[in-house]
């Protein structure tokens, strides 16, 4: 099955040093992949990179066959969706406005919903578990139910790659679970292949396909969890002291001296 999406040789950076070099990595339909490593090392760059916000120094990234720069801002957001960690200002909008803005693709010039659009919109509020949010002011609510709402946004565009940056963060566990078991769903039920960074190694462990390893410019390290998530791998990957990792639990513990 061909790669939704593919990376050779790829350089990424801010400038013309780049930040991470010789990325090889694929994401395949009904997949979840997901990026680890020390913050600084680079995932966030890559994933902006990988969505088209910054163009590459080097290499080459393909989105369902085609070369991302070849692609216009429409072809691209009909493949691809996108949810990064800035915090989105908005005036005076409500979270279905914001979430009706993921539909904008599918729409024409004037940017009208459908009937279908609207109940894509309501299906996607419901399955992050927002509907009953549709006529909050956006910016009046919290960081977690905000990124649960741009969560259903990046849904309703019906993407066939979704692509997150620390998607967890400003959850609580509850809604940390609820959000993984989203993902899941999305890529169990339609194909679809998701690209994401993840800080908490017992969410990353249990919810990936595939795990890919960031530090000192480059990746070192790519498999399954099952491979990744042992202690060697990850005390290396974020300079632990041998012991910190659990490999029995995927969490980290306080040093033996200080327990």
């Not at 963060?169 to 690209?195: A, K, N, P, W």
């Given at each position: 099955?061909?790669?939704?999406?593919?990376?050779?040789?790829?350089?990424?950076?801010?400038?013309?040093?780049?930040?991470?070099?010789?990325?090889?990595?694929?994401?395949?339909?009904?997949?979840?992949?997901?990026?680890?490593?020390?913050?600084?090392?680079?995932?966030?760059?890559?994933?902006?990179?990988?969505?088209?916000?910054?163009?590459?120094?080097?290499?080459?990234?393909?989105?369902?066959?085609?070369?991302?720069?070849?692609?216009?801002?429409?072809?691209?957001?009909?493949?691809?969706?996108?949810?990064?960690?800035?915090?989105l200002r908005t005036d005076l909008m409500t979270c279905e406005d914001v979430v009706e803005t993921g539909r904008?693709?599918?729409?024409?010039?004037?940017?009208?919903?459908?009937?279908?659009?609207?109940?894509h919109v309501r299906m996607a509020m419901e399955l992050v578990g927002v509907w009953g949010y549709r006529a909050?002011?956006?910016?009046?609510?919290?960081?977690?139910?905000?990124?649960?709402?741009?969560l259903a946004r990046a849904i309703c565009q019906e993407p066939r790659l979704l692509v997150l940056d620390e998607?967890?963060?400003?959850?609580?566990?509850?809604?940390?679970?609820?959000?993984?078991?989203?993902?899941?769903?999305?890529?169990?039920?339609?194909?679809?292949?998701?690209?994401?960074?993840?800080?908490?190694?017992?969410?990353?462990?249990?919810?990936?396909?595939?795990?890919?390893?960031?530090?000192?410019?480059?990746?070192?390290?790519?498999?399954?969890?099952?491979?990744?998530?042992?202690?060697?791998?990850?005390?290396?990957?974020?300079?632990?002291?041998?012991?910190?990792?659990?490999?029995?639990?995927?969490?980290?513990?306080?040093?033996?001296?200080?327990?």
């Open positions: 099955m061909q790669p939704m999406l593919r990376t050779e040789a790829l350089s990424v950076g801010y400038g013309a040093s780049p930040l991470l070099a010789g990325i090889d990595l694929a994401v395949a339909p009904g997949q979840i992949v997901t990026l680890i490593g020390p913050n600084g090392a680079g995932k966030s760059t890559l994933l902006r990179t990988v969505a088209g916000e910054l163009a590459p120094l080097g290499g080459v990234a393909y989105l369902s066959g085609r070369r991302l720069e070849q692609l216009s801002d429409r072809e691209r957001a009909l493949e691809l969706s996108v949810l990064l960690t800035e915090r904008l693709p599918h729409t024409g010039r004037l940017g009208i919903l459908s009937p279908d659009d609207h109940e909050n002011d956006f910016m009046q609510l919290s960081d977690g139910q905000r990124q649960r709402v741009l998607p967890t963060s400003y959850l609580d566990i509850r809604y940390q679970i609820e959000l993984l078991c989203v993902l899941r769903r999305l890529v169990t039920t339609r194909e679809m292949g998701i690209l994401m960074s993840l800080h908490e190694l017992p969410l990353a462990r249990r919810i990936s396909d595939w795990v890919v390893c960031v530090k000192d410019g480059g990746i070192t390290m790519q498999g399954s969890p099952e491979h990744v998530f042992v202690p060697e791998v990850i005390d290396a990957l974020y300079d632990l002291e041998p012991g910190v990792y659990d490999a029995t639990t995927g969490s980290v513990e306080l040093p033996p001296d200080v327990r």
